[in-house]
């Protein structure tokens, strides 16, 4: 790892990226220190792993706490994620290795078969480009990941895993039960979750991720590595990790072109960074995929690149007899040491690849798509010219949460008719969520009423609650409001009728009847007072009712409320405005738990502030 530079701000950004374009592959074995024929077997796959190019296929162990006695500590350093993937995977016996998460590896291993393996995948190029740096702050690591989506895939959902491994471990403690020394590729973190997090990509678009994390003082810094890789059900789709060479990436996926007459279409491609005293010449060739006469690959700039950063152009051409359809035009760049990258672009003839969404992926809300609904996102593949239908679906209700259609993201209608044409396009219907607030009583039989309540609201709108009626006579028995009980986030407990809440969440608020009548409030004689004044409650202590006398020498806005020792509003003893007077307010404490209070007056820019004891 690099070193801090200086105390002031200053760090070093690590001039490692990880390759683009072609296929990493991974080998996920699950293993542990107590397990007799994970010696004999482990030995095999390092062998096979270290025989093979390190760009091309690199490993990771997952250990696990069986068979006994289960005391394996790079288990235990980790068990969550390692409990998670082996859930993952289902995996109920070990040895055992997955190999791009689809091909399942049993024991006993053999370099032939693994070798066979590993070949059925470096033959198939992956869609997804990564590229990953890491930067070195203080005491902390920064690793990013760029991921770009080359070609459409048929579900652009996938899952992304970001893991910090430990290449090499030695003499662990407590020592192996079944003899092992050496550890390789153990899973230390995996800092997003073992679950990982799912994303859309789609072509010419890309993700970024970053993770910044403090080194274990149980790891050797010399030795942890940084890997990323996506995962779509089980398989993988691509890993990244730092490189030792050059990278390769495009700036564009896709263009489009129309059919039947002479086209072409240039693409920028990048060589971005190198690494520190890289100087080995990148020869470009390109493929047609599939191979089609009439569509042909040029490199204007020429087929060699000496100076890094590096910018290059690639022109596809096609004549007027190409037929309609999607042709992937494949990009290799060579060094004079044989190491070769490859990416990708799409060349669309007569087509165009659209991609249909939402602006919500939790839950996942519907849409329609020509008369199909769809609860994720989704791509499609277009001849020009043609029409379709899309639709947003509205409202759509998820327990006390309610999404309703707001807009297009090209302003159509709830449901409209496009147009396919060669520009790039994205259609994603925008859903405004609203929350229900939800409002009872109690006594739950009254014949009480309440404004706002049990209904939807726009999130980040300010409704108004409030009672109806405040005093009722019911069964021959007289209930008079008393105070609202409330739960969830901005909700609201206290005795004023009427409030105004944010809803930025669901929120239950019970309104809360006694037979007890709430608080009075009396002027006590005709006088004047020369000044505002708040004298002492009585009795003091109380329980439960305690009087409050306040002097108003002219009319005012007066405000009496009641505060727990720690100074949260628990009360609002008196709100609105009062004429010149020497008033008595008295409040009813039956609510309450005992203890001390403060009750504060505010009447313009008279304050003040008195202490009270409850004692039940």
Not at 456 to 479: A, C, I, K, R
Not at 484 to 495: D, E, I, L
Request: charged letters at 10%; glycine letters at 6%; a neutral charge.
């Amino acid at each position: 790892m690099k070193k801090f530079l200086t105390a002031f701000a200053l760090f070093l950004m690590l001039a490692n990226i990880g390759f683009a374009g072609d296929r990493l592959v991974l080998v996920e074995r699950f293993t542990s220190s107590t397990c007799p024929p994970c010696a004999s077997n482990n030995p095999i796959m390092d062998a096979f792993l270290t025989s093979q190019d390190p760009e091309r296929i690199i490993g990771l162990s997952y250990h696990m706490d069986w068979p006994a006695p289960g005391n394996d500590p790079m288990h235990h350093h980790n068990v969550v994620d390692n409990t998670a993937r082996r859930n993952f995977y289902a995996v109920n016996s070990i040895p055992q290795a997955r190999m791009d998460g689809i091909i399942n590896l049993q024991p006993a291993y053999n370099q032939g078969t693994l070798l066979s393996q590993f070949q059925t995948r470096t033959g198939i190029l992956s869609p997804i480009t990564i590229v990953v740096t890491e930067s070195t702050v203080g005491d902390s690591i920064l690793v990013r990941a760029r991921i770009y989506c080359e070609i459409m895939l048929a579900n652009p959902n996938v899952t992304v895993q970001f893991v910090i491994m430990e290449k090499h471990i030695t003499n662990i403690s407590p020592p192996a039960t079944n003899g092992e020394t050496d550890f390789y590729d153990v899973m230390r973190k995996m800092p997003i979750t073992a679950a990982g997090e799912l994303v859309a990509l789609y072509p010419g678009q890309t993700y970024i991720i970053e993770r910044k994390y403090k080194m274990h003082p149980a790891w050797n810094p010399a030795e942890i590595r940084h890997f990323v890789f996506l995962q779509q059900g089980q398989e993988l789709m691509n890993v990244g990790q730092l490189t030792k060479n050059f990278t390769l990436i495009p700036n564009s996926s896709y263009k489009s072109v129309q059919q039947g007459q002479s086209q072409s279409a240039t693409y920028q491609m990048q060589i971005p960074v190198t690494t520190a005293g890289y100087n080995s010449a990148v020869t470009l060739s390109a493929v047609v995929d599939p191979p089609t006469a009439g569509v042909t690959v040029s490199f204007p700039g020429g087929t060699t690149v000496n100076t890094f950063p590096a910018n290059f152009d690639v022109t596809v051409s096609s004549t007027a007899s190409v037929p309609a359809g999607a042709y992937r035009i494949i990009v290799t760049g060579t060094n004079t040491s044989s190491k070769f990258h490859k990416t990708s672009v799409s060349y669309l003839v007569g087509q165009n690849f659209i991609s249909v969404n939402t602006n919500r992926t939790s839950p996942n809300l519907q849409f329609v798509v020509d008369n199909t609904t769809y609860n994720s996102a989704k791509i499609f593949t277009w001849n020009l010219n043609t029409q379709h239908t899309l639709a947003a679906v509205s409202p759509q209700t998820f327990a006390s949460t309610r999404y309703v259609f707001n807009n297009w993201s090209n302003g159509g209608d709830s449901s409209q008719t496009i147009n396919i044409g060669t520009t790039t396009s994205n259609y994603t219907v925008n859903y405004k969520t609203q929350y229900k607030l939800l409002t009872n009583f109690t006594p739950s039989n009254l014949p009480v009423s309440i404004t706002s309540g049990n209904i939807f609201h726009d999130s980040g709108t300010t409704v108004t609650m409030s009672p109806n009626p405040f005093q009722l006579t019911f069964n021959g028995v007289e209930y008079y409001f008393q105070r609202w009980n409330g739960s969830g986030n901005g909700s609201y407990s206290g005795t004023n009728p009427t409030v105004n809440l944010v809803m930025n969440n669901v929120i239950l608020e019970t309104a809360v009847y006694d037979t007890i009548p709430p608080i009075g409030i009396q002027n006590l004689n005709s006088g004047v007072p020369k000044s505002f004044g708040l004298h002492q409650n009585y009795p003091n202590p109380f329980n439960p009712v305690t009087k409050i006398k306040f002097d108003i020498p002219k009319i005012s806005q007066v405000s009496i409320k009641m505060y727990d020792v720690i100074g949260n509003e628990v009360a609002v003893i008196y709100g609105g405005e009062l004429a010149p007077g020497y008033y008595e307010a008295e409040f009813n404490a039956s609510n309450y738990a005992s203890g001390v209070y403060f009750y504060k007056i505010e009447a313009g820019e008279f304050t003040s502030v008195k202490r009270m004891v409850l004692v039940k």
